[in-house]
Each structure stands twice: as structure tokens, then as C-alpha cells.
């Protein structure tokens, strides 16, 4: 046991070194000067190699072997138990990924990607490619290399996509993703014929963006999210950054979408801080107390986003209360006809902006594109055109301006290659969890009307928060469903909701 505590120990400095790079992460995104972002870049750059170093020294090595045999995975620890023996798995998991990588490869990408989030910025607020695409192809360089330092046994990607969702490899990906690629622009062409039915009625409603925020921290409040905590600041992409479960910071965009998707997108970034603060604190810094996935981590964040937010009981509790928050801006409201009309499924440009039904069309666009920068087969200047090539095949749209189009999502810039499929990933575990959710809480409706939460958070509490990683997604989904992981579920709700809307 004494040896175990080692480990734990051991494993516990590297997420603290984590963690710091990660707090610098979000003060470069949130308030750090422009002029600093080299110095971050190498402050960030030299925690990695601190952290990459304890996750591969002969210390770490050595009792995790005397724990677990890491060429076969065969448990050695005497009294032993099953969330242990699952803690050691991830462990042997984790290190045989990271001793591949040579330490100064470690540290040349993170300053290199911390370095390109700056540049990406920049780029984006200029609709400059050109400008991003050198440091973007660097990025592109140094993965493939990592796809040879880690290994794959079919697509290159595999390499990639496992670090985010691991034991899923993109054939994986690609059975799940090919019945929506087939069945949702079916569906959308049937619900743009179905709308012309339903011509909108309400003025189009405008808020300042500071009387947005306000709206945010009101939801926030009203969902019981915990200020001590957590807080929510203003990026130019949204994201949800966790250091340990007594320090979750999410934000919301500078720039105002709208007071609808202000609050969509604060609900979807809170479901991931939620997650964190709901993982065990006594086991921080070993697989017991991590996250399973971000697969998972999506589903819980379009689980609060989609199943919850974009629901008309949802709305029928908070419109009452922002009218009464700005009082003769939004009077003429009435929840039913407001919940159709910000149901409209229409094409859009920006994913995040982006409906339920054409959303998972946006995701399935970056993985192919990802899939075929990784392989060889696009070069990195030849993005923009394939970009609007596939918007206009799967969404009928082209961006008018790279801006809108290849420069929107900041994933590129952090090289975070592989990270795109488990937002789609999160949509279908989310279908499959809700319907068992909705079975048990066979009044979920009413309850969610009257405003209530706390059961929400509970049964996500004690369904997937309180195991960390002691199962891979696939295996949560079976435990608690059933059911093997199915994308059929995901379609059948977005057809029978928005069908039934738009009757």
C-alpha cells in the first residue's frame, strides 16, 4: 500500500505542474498582456518539461513495475481492489504513451502551440490565413512525428484521437459518425421544408453584451453553480479550464451572439466545470479523480447545453425571470412561441453558434479535414478551399471570409488534433445516458419548470462524476445503459424533437 501511495504521490506533483501551466493557459487567454506571450510561451515550456519528467523518470517507473507488470498489464499489488486496479491501468496506460516522447519534443511543442494561440488570435482578427498558417503547419509537422513516436496500428490519427478519447481509433469514429452524415442532412432539408410553416412572429430582441454576462451569472446562480469554486471571465473562444475540483474557471465570449446562445454556451461551459468539481477531491492528482474522457466530458457539457437548455420547460422558467431582470426590453415574449422560433435549424457558419441538428455536421467537416492533414493527403495551405468545399457539400454554405470559416475554432493553435470527434462523440453518449435519466425521472419536465436543478447534478454526481477513471467511456455507457455505444439514439432524438416542434 505504502508503495501505492509512492505512486499517487508521484503522479500528484506532475497534475499540480499541470495545473499550473493550465492557469497560465487561461490568463493568457483572458488577461495577459500580448506583448508576453513569448515569456509565457517558455514558462509553459518549462513546466512541461518539469511535468514530462516525472510522468517518465526511472522513480516513476520503477514502482508503478513493482505495482503492475507494464509489458503485459498483469496487476501485481497484493490487496488490491478493483478502483485501484483501474487507477493502475490508467497509470501504465498514461506512462507507456508518454515515455515515447522524448522530453525535448514535449517542450518544444507546448512553446510552440502557446506561441500560436497569439498568433492564431491575431489571425483570426485580421481574416489572415496566411499569417496562421506557417505556425499551423509546424504544428501539423510535429504531430505526425508524434503519431510516429506513439504508434497506430491502422490510421496515424489513432494515435492522436486516443489521447483525448482513449481505446477509440477512427474507424471507431467513422461507424459512429457515418449513419449521422447520412441521416441528419435528410432531416435537415425536411425541417427548412417544415419551417416555411411557421413564419417567426417575434421582434428580433437585443441586449447590451454587459446585460448578457449579467444573464450568464444569473443562470449560473440559478443551476447552483459553486462560486467558491469556480468563476466565469470573457475570452474570445469560450472554454472550461480545471485545475482540481476546488478551482474550475470557465468564460464566454467578448462579443455578443445574442442573449439565447449566451446562455446556451454558459450552461454547455458550466456542464464541463461541474464535472471537475464533482470528481472526487480525495483521490486529486490519480486517475480516480480525472475525468474519463473528453468524450464524456462532452456529453456532460451538451447534456446541460442541449437536454436541459434548448428545452421548452427550460425556458419557461428563466424567460419569466430575465423580463422581470430588464423590464420593457423583452415584455412581448411568450415562452412557447419564443422556445419554436430559437429552434429554427438553419445552416450557420460558426459551429458554436451552430443548432442541434446541423451541429454534429460542423464536427464531422474538422475531422476530415483533421484525418487528412495527418495522413499527408492535404497540405496545410490548401485548408481554406477544402474547408468551404465541405461546408458547401454538408451545409449548402460557403464563409464568405476565412475568419468565419477555418479561423473560428482555436483547437488548431493548441495542437489539439483529435480533440474535434469527441464533441459529436458527447452528443451520442449524452442520447444514450439521457434516456436512461428520463426513465428514472420520469418527471424531469416539470420539475425543470419549476426550476429545479439539484437533482440533475446529483444523478450526473453519482452516475459518472464519482468514478473518475476507473471505466473507459464505452464501458460507463454499458454500465449504466446497458447498451453498447450506439449513434442511433442521438438521431432518433434530434428527428422526434424537432419534427414534433415543427409539426
Request: glycine share 6%; net charge negative.
Amino acid at each position: 500500500m505504502k508503495t501505492y501511495q509512492t505512486l499517487a504521490k508521484l503522479s500528484e506533483r506532475a497534475h499540480l505542474l499541470d495545473g499550473i501551466s493550465g492557469l497560465l493557459g487561461w490568463d493568457q487567454e483572458t488577461y495577459m498582456p500580448s506583448k508576453a506571450a513569448p515569456i509565457r510561451a517558455k514558462q509553459r515550456e518549462l513546466l512541461a518539461e518539469f511535468a514530462h519528467t516525472i510522468k517518465t523518470s526511472t522513480e516513476f517507473e520503477k514502482t508503478l513495475a513493482s505495482l503492475i507488470d507494464i509489458e503485459s498489464g498483469t496487476i501485481l499489488m497484493k490487496e488490491s481492489d478493483p478502483a485501484k486496479d483501474a487507477s493502475l491501468r490508467s497509470w501504465r496506460r498514461d506512462f507507456l504513451r508518454a515515455k515515447k516522447l522524448p522530453t525535448s519534443f514535449v517542450q518544444e511543442f507546448t512553446r510552440l502551440t502557446s506561441e500560436a494561440i497569439f498568433v492564431w488570435d491575431k489571425a483570426k482578427q485580421e481574416n489572415s490565413f496566411a499569417n496562421f498558417e506557417p505556425h499551423l503547419e509546424k504544428i501539423i509537422d510535429m504531430l505526425k512525428q508524434k503519431t510516429e513516436y506513439i504508434g497506430y496500428k491502422e490510421h496515424p490519427y489513432d494515435a492522436l484521437l486516443d489521447e483525448y478519447e482513449p481505446e477509440c481509433t477512427t474507424k471507431d469514429v467513422e461507424k459512429l459518425f457515418y449513419p449521422i452524415s447520412q441521416e441528419i442532412p435528410k432531416l435537415l432539408s425536411d425541417l427548412i421544408e417544415r419551417q416555411r410553416r411557421h413564419p417567426k412572429k417575434l421582434p428580433n430582441i437585443k441586449l447590451s453584451a454587459d446585460e448578457e454576462i449579467e444573464i450568464s451569472k444569473k443562470v449560473l446562480n440559478l443551476i447552483g453553480y459553486d462560486w467558491s469554486c469556480g468563476r466565469i471571465d470573457l475570452s474570445s473562444h469560450p472554454f472550461s479550464s480545471s485545475y482540481h475540483p476546488y478551482d474550475c474557471r470557465i468564460t464566454t465570449r467578448i462579443e455578443s451572439h445574442g442573449f439565447v446562445t449566451q446562455v446556451l454556451t454558459t450552461l454547455h461551459e458550466a456542464g464541463h466545470s461541474l464535472y471537475e468539481m464533482g470528481l472526487p477531491v480525495e483521490f486529486y492528482g490519480t486517475p480516480l479523480g480525472e475525468a474519463i474522457s473528453l468524450g464524456i466530458h462532452e456529453s456532460e457539457s451538451r447534456c446541460w447545453e442541449t437536454r436541459i437548455g434548448r428545452t421548452e420547460a427550460f425556458w419557461k422558467f428563466l424567460l419569466p425571470i430575465i423580463q422581470e431582470m430588464f423590464p420593457g426590453k423583452c415584455d412581448s415574449l411568450q415562452a412557447d412561441q419564443f422556445f419554436k422560433e430559437m429552434s429554427e435549424v438553419t445552416p450557420s457558419l460558426i459551429r458554436t453558434d451552430s443548432d442541434e441538428v446541423t451541429y454534429p455536421l460542423h464536427v464531422i467537416l474538422r475531422f476530415q479535414i483533421e484525418k487528412e492533414l495527418i495522413e499527408g493527403s492535404l497540405k496545410t495551405k490548401e485548408i481554406p478551399e477544402r474547408w468551404n468545399a465541405l461546408m458547401q457539400s454538408l451545409l449548402g454554405i460557403t464563409p464568405p471570409s476565412d475568419r468565419e470559416g477555418c479561423l473560428q475554432d482555436i483547437h488548431w493553435a493548441m495542437g489539439g488534433f483529435g480533440y474535434f470527434p469527441t464533441y459529436t462523440l458527447g452528443n451520442i453518449y449524452a442520447a444514450q445516458l439521457f434516456e436512461v435519466f428520463q426513465k428514472r425521472h420520469p418527471d424531469w419536465q416539470e420539475r425543470l419548470q419549476r426550476g429545479e436543478f439539484e437533482f440533475i447534478k446529483e444523478w450526473h454526481l453519482r452516475e459518472i462524476h464519482t468514478y473518475g477513471r476507473r471505466y473507459t467511456s464505452h464501458e460507463l455507457i454499458k454500465k449504466i445503459t446497458g447498451q453498447e455505444v450506439s449513434s442511433q439514439p442521438y438521431i432518433n432524438y434530434l428527428g422526434e424533437k424537432y419534427r414534433h416542434i415543427f409539426h
